[in-house]
């Protein structure tokens, strides 16, 4: 008898567990009526799962948005209770579709609530055939969109809205995160904060049907973009020393293999739903791609000018009204990766710690990523997921020690295989390189316009399989200029951040280009490996400041890193997929002078024999508003046109006779200081000056300039009233006056 009351309890308990699990009989009540079920014995037992597992014809299940469009979705809840959870949104890559409850578990198992859309455009989101004729004119805006924080990030929005609604999910307890286009999607979300963006481009507080207010409380994206023009079309002016890197300047270059990809992937795999051309301008992706495979001239074409001013304005969290703080955020890129590199975090970080340097925001760079040329180590991906957890459970659950707010760095390795070792962390992106290594050439080369090896440019290519670790020919390319760094001597050197490239650039017409890559080449000089590359817009002729994307790699003992200037990143004419860079039309040669090249290392000053420096105070271009970001003031700045115009006075003036010698110093911080003048005055008279006359970069010299007869008069004059005199002496270079310099001449003609 005792045995059948334990069976009974037993079997009660069950029951009155399963009806527990079973509270949320579905999600999206009246916007889908998506069922939910309780998941069985196993790894999962106890969890509600909304929706379909796969995404296809059969299995869909769709949720309206906010202008009823329907969303193929998922949504997921942990086991025990029927909410408010935390919620995690997950948003997939380009041409991809809602997460699996499989891929779920990772957020699952930490007790959050997870949701997951397709995003609208592609697969069941009105992006399939199949859709669009059940859904009929439902889907008619439905189409893809490329991120629209009008649309697509507002259908996030709207969910999550709708889960708050319902109590399943809290209001202010939600995380975003996803790769590529769903790290785009996720630092919208970030930058909007708790805000909307409406179909008028306005701003209103993000607020559920019911009026509760909504807000992100953290994001993870991994691979994101923050402005996509500039990660489509670079012109080079991206600085990652810069406090507001905004798209100025000159109409890029296409990153022609990219483009192609992805405009092909979104249509195939993607089965994406693209807009009729001319019919939406803010979704013309047919359009917009014929634009640039047209290529040059952009500069001035009233078509290429609103498609960066739609992109910046719609599909870029950079752009977004930023008169708020962003949620917290943990971005991760990778140093290998072609398509959204490094430069896409550091310019959200960049301005955000500037502006808001209270808010929590941190950096996880290594080789890793989703796109061609990254790499997938474990060592790597484990570190990541333990930081993103950290970042997690702390804003989502109040769980742990608040997560550091500072930038890790793991090394690219070759072999792919090879782990990537100790990872190097600083408090901030300004700090992760303390050393540089410098190579100044005051000498002129030529990029020639047909410049380059088209069996290195398809070698090193991302698309459609390119690998970081593929080796070609080391010799230098035909046409190009090349600036080679000391071989690096015992133990190595390790480059972590973005070179830099500072020089004088005469190139005849406006459409050109010039794509920069530093390489590693082998001691035997046999082969080479890529270690970062750069494609620049020349802004004119005259002394201009670029960079190439950042990387974290080691040069190994008697390997020699070289810096090579190409007229394009390239192996065919322009078309297809197999161009990094897509060609210029009416390419010409350009003629590079007095280049400095600065290269960020791990090492500190003084390490390798002195062939690490102290960091030279950053190249500032020629753009309003233009400042350093946070972490750099003690580095200090200069502007790029007072590169090479910069001199100072040193030492004691001596006259004697009929002559009068003052010497100078050039700083090592300037290229050279041509063209100077140097005049001296007692009161507003002079009494000599000098023109024309270089000082190197770096070095002194004594320069002897001849009194006129005032100068020789008041030399030559006895008497105990004119023993000593003050002169002044200023130092000019074109219209740049530097600050006078005083010192007092005796009469011997020593100066103190």
Known sequence: MRKLVVAVV???????????????????????????TVQGPGASEGQRWCGTDTSSPL????????????????????????????????????????????????????????????DRGF???????????????????????????????????????????????IPNRIAATGGSYGGGLSMALAALRNRTMLPNGSLTPWKSPDGKAMELAVAIPSIPWTDLAYSLVPNGGTLDYVR????????????????????????????????????????????????????????GNPAAVAILDD???????????????????????????????????????????????DTPIGLFFGPNSGHMRGMSKADVAAAQAEIENRWVDFYLKDSGSTPPGDVTAYLQTCPATASAGMPVSAKDWASI???????????????????????????????????????????????????????????????????????????????????????????DGATKLLIARGLWRPAGNGTQVFQLHANGYKVEEGHVARLELLAKDAS???????????????????????????????????????????????????????????????????????????????????????????RVRCPKVAKRCPGTALNVRKGRKSIGNRRGFRVTSGKARTVSLKLNRRGRRLLSRNGRNLKRFRARVTISSGNLKKRAVKRTVRRTGRVR
């Open 123 to 169: 697969h069941e989101s009105c992006g399939s055939v199949a859709s669009r004729l059940v859904a009929g004119a439902a889907c008619d805006e439905g189409f893809l969109r490329l991120l629209d924080t009008r649309f697509e990030v507002r259908d996030a929005q709207t969910f999550a809205a709708l889960l708050a609604d319902e109590g399943r999910v």
């Open 572 to 662: 065919l004419p322009a078309g297809g997929i197999l161009n990094y860079g897509r060609p210029s039309n009416g390419q010409t040669d350009a003629t590079i002078t007095n280049l400095d090249l600065r290269v960020p290392v791990a090492e500190k000053p003084g390490a390798l024999g002195g062939l690490v420096t102290k960091p030279a105070p950053k190249t500032l271009p020629d753009r309003p508003g233009v400042a350093l970001a946070p972490g750099y003031e003690k580095i200090g700045s200069f502007p790029v046109t007072g590169v090479v115009k910069r001199l100072q006075v040193i030492g004691k003036l001596k006259a004697k006779g009929r002559r009068l010698k003052v």
């Open 433 to 523: 390189s303390p050393g540089e290594i410098r190579v100044q050439n005051a000498g002129t080369q030529t990029v020639g316009a047909n410049s380059g090896d088209p069996a290195t440019g398809g070698l090193f290519n991302p698309a459609p399989t390119g690998m970081a670790c593929t080796p070609a020919v080391g010799a230098e390319e035909t046409g190009t200029a090349n600036y080679t760094l000391p071989a690096a001597p015992a133990g190595g050197y390790t480059i972590l951040g973005s070179p830099t490239v500072t020089a004088g650039i005469k190139q005849a017409g406006s459409n050109s280009q010039i794509a920069a890559r530093l390489v590693d080449v082998s001691p």
């Open 311 to 357: 992109i910046k304005t719609h599909h870029s969290s950079y752009y977004i009204d930023h008169s708020i703080a962003p949620a917290p955020i943990h971005i991760t890129s990778g140093f290998t990766d072609d398509l959204f590199p490094v430069d896409e975090a550091i310019r959200f970080y960049n301005r955000s710690r500037a502006q808001y340097p």
């Open 10 to 36: 037993v079997v009660s308990a069950m029951v009155f567990a399963a009806s527990a699990e079973a509270a949320i009989p579905e999600v999206f009540d009246g916007k889908g009526d998506i069922a939910c």
């Open 244 to 299: 507001d890197n905004s798209y100025s300047g000159r109409f890029g270059v296409m990153k022609e293999s990219w483009v192609n990809v992805l405009y092909t992937l979104g249509l195939t795999a993607g089965e994406g739903n693209y807009a009729l051309p001319g019919s939406d301008d803010s979704a013309d992706l047919t359009g917009w791609k014929a634009l640039l495979d047209a290529g040059e001239p952009y500069d």
């Open 59 to 118: 299995s869909r299940s769709t949720a309206t948005s906010f202008d009823n469009v329907p969303i193929d979705v998922n949504v997921a809840f942990p086991a025990g209770g029927d909410g408010p959870f935390p919620l995690m949104m997950i948003f997939h890559g380009y041409a991809g579709s809602k997460s699996t409850f499989a891929s779920m578990q990772r957020w699952l198992d930490r007790g959050y609530a997870v949701f997951s859309m397709t």
